[in-house]
């Protein structure tokens, strides 16, 4: 068991690798704009994606690249009707507003999920992460708590689970239907 965790860890620490040294190659095509000179920009980008590869392992989830056109229009609609609520409550003469900061749990799991859902909860007008505790609870300001934003957020952390192509467990867990 161990002897093939090992083995995977190998696998994903050379394709991450070579996947770094084709982007950093391709990065030095178009910056030269030739085929040449290409003696001195190979040695660069493995010395660079080796460099890389120490300073940030191969992540544990992945982002499933097909999956990103749906994630973007959630993303576009959610932040449609978000900044259209923020743009009729700055215009409201009362200004309806009751910020506060919910704790929230979350269900994805540590790493790179998570981080996903912290960044997309603050390019959301409205709301913003403002801190996450142990991996497990998340600190999300809100410009009105009587919106249901722990929903808003459930919803956005399906969307997160589907886009890393995390398990139906994963899912069942998280989907408040």
Do not use: N
């Amino acid at each position: 068991m161990a002897e093939h965790s090992q083995r995977v860890g190998r696998i994903r620490r050379v394709s991450a690798f070579l996947l770094r040294v084709g982007f950093l190659l391709v990065i030095w095509w178009i910056l030269t704009g030739s085929g040449s000179d290409w003696w001195f920009g190979f040695p660069l980008a493995l010395a660079a994606a080796a460099l890389s590869l120490w300073l940030t392992p191969p992540a544990t989830y992945r982002l499933r690249p097909l999956r990103f056109p749906g994630f973007a229009v959630f993303f576009l609609w959610q932040s449609l009707l978000a900044g259209w609520d923020v743009a009729r409550r700055t215009l409201d003469p009362k200004l309806p507003l009751q910020p506060d900061v919910l704790q929230l749990p979350l269900g994805l799991p540590a790493g790179a999920p998570t981080w996903w859902l912290m960044l997309t909860i603050s390019l959301l007008p409205g709301t913003l992460s403002v801190r996450l505790h142990q991996q497990r609870v998340l600190e999300v300001h809100c410009l009105d708590a009587r919106l249901d934003v722990a929903g808003s957020v459930r919803d956005t952390e399906c969307q997160i689970a589907r886009l890393y192509g995390l398990g139906p467990d994963t899912l069942e867990r998280l989907d408040p239907r």
